[in-house]
């Protein structure tokens, strides 16, 4: 190769990282989030709030200490592989709202793995937190299935599985798999399922799987972008006609983006046991599925977007309580900010629709 080949090539590597294109779904997310805060603090001023007291709060309660920094962490963990299971799909013109089902499905694979096994921590962590994936891959998988071969809608699927899902691992947790005689959840899983522990701030301890959660975020950007089966699920939103016209598989496609929504959402709750829990109890998740689906809009669907948003929820879990004790504003103010953050990111979408319309010639 000339030293002219290998310019060219570090070239065009340099401007697929920094292309402005890629990256500005991200401005737009920061855009929204402004506007969101700004209306929350109009409205905690309408009724009588400090703007200043709330700011202060939020900021104490989801980065004041060692502890919330902590929790805000471990709370955006989830928040990032569901937002991950919503983004991807739709990204092959499919909605996603399974990510809850998904997530019980692979945390109660990942307990039952955890807890069945008997084997050295080097090969028992992997195994749990696959088990995670290829089941909640399997459960998304079917949505998929049905979207491409019987054309049911998926999110009619994907709302129907996840009741079976929730309904099923609660029935597992009070009967076969109930760990004692007072509590509704399963056995605490071996310690050499449990994932190491990076920074321990009691109550809470952010464990490996913070790293995990990013490193999926990267490893689902440089998918869609750069590789095949990427770039053909993107093109399938885009144009299932056209991409099928081009000798683009839309069936194939289709299954495959819901089965690795599946397994992201899977691995969130595999996550969730062996670097958390390290047990399975009914209601097991306090709604990161669904959460998901608002992190990965406010994130326009991009894959390293999804970072700050679920940052951004992950501290606005941490912190709503200190709304009322340190504001003296109610903590409905978080679901406020969140809903306007993500009416915001749709208004920027129809904004940009209008603009691009073509005007219509006699």
Not at 183 to 210: E, K, Q
């Amino acid at each position: 190769m000339t030293q002219s080949q290998i310019s060219n090539r570090r070239s065009s590597i340099f401007n697929r990282l920094f292309d402005l294109s890629t990256f500005l779904p991200l401005l737009h997310s920061i855009a929204a989030l402004g506007i969101a805060l700004v209306v929350g603090l109009l409205i905690a001023a309408a009724s009588g709030g400090n703007p200043l007291s709330v700011l202060l709060a939020l900021a104490k309660g989801a980065f004041g200490s060692p502890g919330a920094i902590a929790s805000t962490l471990v709370k955006s963990t989830p928040l990032m592989l569901t937002g991950l299971a919503v983004a991807i799909p739709f990204r092959a013109g499919l909605f996603n709202i399974g990510g809850e089902g998904q997530l019980y499905i692979g945390a109660m694979a990942a307990v039952w793995v955890g807890t069945a096994s008997s084997l050295p921590w080097l090969l028992h962590i992997p195994a749990t937190l696959v088990s995670g994936v290829a089941a909640g891959a399997a459960w998304g998988a079917v949505p998929g299935w049905l979207k491409a071969r019987r054309s049911v809608h998926e999110v009619i699927n994907t709302i129907m599985l996840n009741y079976v899902a929730i309904q099923v691992t609660d029935y597992l947790v009070t009967g076969p798999l109930r760990g004692g005689d007072y509590a509704a959840r399963t056995d605490y899983i071996a310690a050499t399922a449990h994932l190491p522990v990076l920074w321990d701030v009691p109550p809470t301890s952010v464990s490996l799987g913070l790293p995990l959660a990013l490193l999926a975020c990267a490893v689902c950007f440089g998918f869609l972008y750069w590789t095949v089966p990427g770039v053909e699920i993107r093109a399938v939103g885009e144009g299932p006609r056209a991409s099928e016209l081009a000798g683009i598989s839309v069936s194939r496609s289709l299954v495959l983006s819901m089965a690795l929504s599946g397994g992201l959402a899977g691995l969130a709750g595999a996550i969730e046991v062996t670097g958390l829990h390290h047990t399975f109890y009914a209601q097991f998740s306090p709604g990161y599925g669904f959460d998901g689906i608002a992190v990965a809009l406010l994130a326009r669907n991009h894959p390293l977007g999804v970072i700050p948003t679920a940052l951004l929820f992950g501290a606005l879990r941490t912190a709503d309580r200190w709304l009322q004790l340190g504001a003296g504003v109610p903590k409905d103010l978080i679901v406020i900010i969140q809903a306007v953050a993500v009416i915001a990111v749709g208004a920027q979408g129809a904004f940009a629709r209008l603009t691009t319309r073509r005007p219509q010639t006699g």
